[in-house]
């Protein structure tokens, strides 16, 4: 089936006189109406008589292209095919779906329809009747067959219950398909109920060795899950020795015992980048389980709240990886019923006192096991191997021993021994040198100097260029980079930085988490950012850490561009010599880049921030602010607009300063902080007047209005609306800018007044301005009419309002707008008398809600369903 949100082709089968009777309306003609009310097309053998192919090959073709067949079998057989006389092109055309494994829908015309409408006088109908059929037997054993086959019949007694069992029947499928689907965009990680299974676990380390004791003991921990508490379970351990793989191994032996997901997060605890705050952590897993992104709190206790309803009567199993302290991990324990499992270099003590974790402390393999794992990773062979007298001189366990027995080490040294060319014993002898030349610079008591030694054994045996790519990733502040950004920051071409990436994930010192994503163990990154001090001059440095900032900004401002070409955006200037280009295909292209770089915006934002790169943190803080708004991250987008006004001030661009606190007023306005929202506003004007920046002037008086209209201040909402307005006008060529002071000030004032024909001029006014400069803009302000038209009682007028809203939402592919407006379309079907058409426009608007995993809406459209009549169950 095709996806959720273009238009099905509905192939429609049933005999000629279906066009003819019942007289007022046919089965044919409520049969399309009901695939219309769902917009999707209706096709039949009529719409290609004139087609010169023979019918049966015909039929056969548009039953191949059509996503759904609906077979209407009345009492008629029906023609026989011309070179297959011993069936119909109806059952061809049934045939044709079933082999071809089409989703099918069959409906059964009441037999005493005819019979009743022939008596009412129906001349058609009378001539439908089954006495005048010569092949009525042959009709007889079709519909029998179909009853036999297992689909689901409806039988239906007239147009109008064929039109509603069609529409509630595709609504169905359209709704399966949904749930299929899922959200629409990656990161995404997005409903509050079972309908959201998230599976976020890593995959499995290759050759897992040891660890049976342990594996044994959290496993039946894990299996008795207790209803009074959470399962907590502490894997604690030096840098290297294998806890995340070991949590992830368990979580893998144990995921069929948690059916309604598993989460998994990095929590930062032992990175060059902050620790992940619980707050951070708790709006990922909210969003991931369901949480609908425009009502996740900021606040920690209410997104502790959020996240703990979302796990009622859910088994999830939680994975906390990297945590640093007791405090970041505890507002994160799940409800009774689900587990966590947290892995720490530290003990964590005070979850183990206070909350009755299950500490698991791992050591550094048994030499036994450090062996038998380097000779899974190096083709076997090694040495004589498991089975074969000891031998402490045999290369594999001298070079086990070399890296302490550290499973992370012992992957670096199988890979180089992998890649390397030379053989076993050289390299250990290699190593043996390097680990003298590092007890020099390290000390000998430093308890990570074996395994640095194992990192600057590898480090040593890469080529110079792939050295200098290993030391000059340790620059970057995030956590994953993309291989555009690296190419930035080592200064070279996408092409090259892609191969020196690729070659350092060979040699086992880069770890590649998804294709073109690229990140460091932490320990090395450790290891990395010695070198980087050691060994890359300081200008070399800052010279790469610029370029990699001047890219970011580059690429966050033309996504702005492309998700909101008409919007105020931020100066730059050429390229620096040494970044890619950045090119976007279009608007999901561009998305998809913000969902995947937005913690790497926030890092490097407040990277540039902290040393003094100022105006590159304002600019990189303000360009991806359509992103923020989009994705309901308000929170990230109110933590930027701040860095943006201390780095504007900190640069001494008044203008920027005053632009960066209308960023912060529309933050805090998202977030329910209005007390807050208005002083920013307030200054933001107070400095756009100060510096004479029109523009800035015209946009904060707009968003004075938006804001006075929020608070129920109608007379203050329409005044500064007014002035923004005025303002746009004298600036000229703002129509964009005029349409939304109109439509976010001027006209919700008049609506509230009950000043409903200005409010009607007012929203129209908008319309016309913003058409053909701002398509999401645009579908919004058609349903602000139709919804005015509706308050006006208008229905009529409110159902064409919406109906051209509808076209524009799915031409700017604003799929929220589109459910919106479907749910309001739906009320003008009730009003009118039209229960068919009402439960249409919510069905639609349900299967795009559960698309984009919106589940209180979702929820909401449900209970106006079962009003309605109509039990759309869980889906």
Not at 573 to 585: K, N
Not at 610 to 621: C, Q, S
């Amino acid at each position: 089936m095709s996806d959720v949100g273009r238009p099905w082709r509905v192939f429609l089968s049933h005999t000629g006189d279906m066009r003819r009777w019942p007289a007022a309306r046919s089965w044919a003609a409520a049969a399309e109406d009901a695939v219309k009310r769902l917009r999707h097309a209706p096709v039949d053998m009529q719409y290609f008589a004139a087609d010169d192919r023979p019918p049966a090959d015909l039929c056969v073709s548009l039953v191949t292209e059509c996503d759904l067949y609906v077979g209407i079998i009345g009492t008629r057989y029906g023609s026989p095919v011309r070179d297959d006389p011993e069936r119909s092109y109806t059952e061809l055309e049934f045939d044709t779906a079933t082999a071809l494994g089409k989703r099918r829908l069959v409906f059964l015309i009441d037999e005493t329809a005819a019979t009743a409408a022939a008596d009412a006088g129906d001349r058609a109908a009378a001539a439908a009747l089954p006495s005048g059929d010569p092949w009525a037997a042959r009709q007889a054993v079709f519909r029998q067959r179909l009853l036999d086959s297992g689909l689901t019949m409806s039988m239906v007694a007239t147009p109008e219950a064929l039109e509603t069992g069609i529409v509630q029947a595709v609504a169905q499928l359209m709704l399966a398909d949904a749930l299929v689907a899922g959200p629409a965009s990656p990161s995404a990680p997005p409903a509050p109920a079972p309908a959201r299974v998230p599976r976020q676990l890593p995959p499995e380390a290759a050759a897992f060795v040891d660890r049976v004791h342990h594996f044994q003991r959290l496993s039946a921990l894990l299996a008795a899950p207790d209803e009074r508490r959470a399962f907590i379970g502490v894997v604690s351990g030096p840098a290297g020795v294998g806890k995340t793989s070991f949590a992830v191994h368990v979580a893998h032996g144990v995921r069929d015992r948690f059916p309604d997901g598993q989460l998994y997060i990095d929590l930062r605890g032992y990175s060059p980048q902050p620790p992940l705050r619980p707050e951070e952590a708790l709006d990922r897993f909210v969003r991931a389980l369901g949480g609908e992104p425009t009502q996740v709190p900021t606040d920690l206790d209410e997104l502790g709240e959020l996240y703990r309803s979302l796990l009622e009567d859910r088994r999830v199993l939680v994975i906390l990886d990297n945590a640093l302290t007791s405090e970041q991990v505890r507002p994160l324990l799940p409800r009774p019923g689900c587990a966590v499992l947290v892995t720490s270099r530290g003990p964590l003590s005070s979850l183990v006192v206070q909350d009755g974790a299950v500490r698991t402390t791992l050591e550094p393999l048994e030499p036994i096991h450090a062996e038998a794992l380097l000779r899974a990773l190096t083709d076997a062979g090694l040495g004589p191997g498991v089975g074969g007298p000891p031998d402490p001189d045999d290369p594999v366990a001298v070079l086990a021993r070399q890296c302490g027995y550290l499973p992370l080490a012992l992957r670096i040294a199988a890979e180089q021994a992998a890649l390397s060319g030379l053989s076993l014993a050289e390299l250990v002898d290699e190593l043996a040198g390097e680990h003298g030349r590092l007890d020099a610079l390290t000390g000998v008591d430093d308890p990570n100097s074996e395994v640095r030694t194992v990192f600057s054994w590898s480090y040593r045996n890469l080529t110079e260029p792939l050295r200098r790519t290993f030391r000059l990733l340790a620059l970057h502040p995030g956590g994953e980079l993309g291989a555009a950004a690296a190419a930035a920051l080592l200064g070279m071409p996408p092409g090259a930085a892609g191969r020196a990436l690729e070659s350092l994930v060979a040699f086992n010192v880069l770890e590649r988490p998804a294709r073109g994503r690229y990140r460091f163990h932490d320990l090395v990154r450790e290891y990395a950012t010695e070198r980087l001090t050691a060994d890359e001059p300081e200008d070399e440095r800052r010279r790469a850490l610029d370029r990699e900032l001047d890219w970011y900004v580059h690429a966050a401002d033309a996504g702005d561009r492309i998700l909101a070409p008409l919007r105020r955006h931020v100066e730059l200037d050429a390229p620096i010599a040494g970044t890619p280009p950045v090119a976007f295909s279009g608007h999901d292209d561009a998305l998809a880049w913000c969902d995947a770089e937005r913690h790497n915006l926030a890092a490097m934002t407040g990277l540039a921030a902290a040393t003094g790169r100022y105006v590159g943190a304002w600019k990189l803080g303000l360009a991806p602010v359509t992103f923020f708004k989009l994705r309901h991250h308000h929170a990230d987008w109110l933590a930027a607009s701040e860095i943006a006004v201390a780095t504007a001030r900190a640069a001494g661009d008044a203008s920027a300063e005053a632009w960066a606190l209308t960023n912060v007023g529309g933050a805090c306005l998202e977030l329910g902080h209005l007390k807050r929202a208005w002083e920013a506003y307030q200054d933001s004007l107070a400095g756009a007047r100060r510096t004479g920046d029109r523009v800035g002037e015209a946009m904060t008086l707009a968003n004075l209005g938006e804001l006075a209209e929020a608070l129920g201040r109608h007379d203050q909402a329409l005044d500064y609306g007014e002035q923004a307005r005025d303002l746009w006008r004298a600036l000229g060529g703002r129509h964009r800018d005029e349409a939304f002071a109109l439509r976010d000030a001027i006209a919700p004032a008049y609506l509230a007044r009950g000043q409903y024909d200005d409010a009607l001029r007012a929203y129209q006014e908008a319309y016309d301005l913003c058409q053909g400069t701002d398509l999401q803009a645009e579908g919004l302000i058609l349903r602000d009419l139709g919804r005015t038209h509706q308050t006006m009682g208008d229905p009529a007028a409110a159902s064409e309002a919406y109906e051209r809203a509808l076209a524009v939402h799915r031409t700017s592919g604003d799929r929220i707008g589109e459910a919106m407006t479907l749910r309001a379309l739906a009320t003008v079907h009730a009003a009118l008398d039209d229960p068919v058409g009402a439960q249409s426009a919510l069905l639609q608007a349900l299967a795009i809600l559960v698309e984009q995993d919106r589940p209180a809406e979702a929820d909401e459209v449900r209970a106006a369903l079962r009003d309605l009549g109509l039990d759309p169950g869980e889906a």
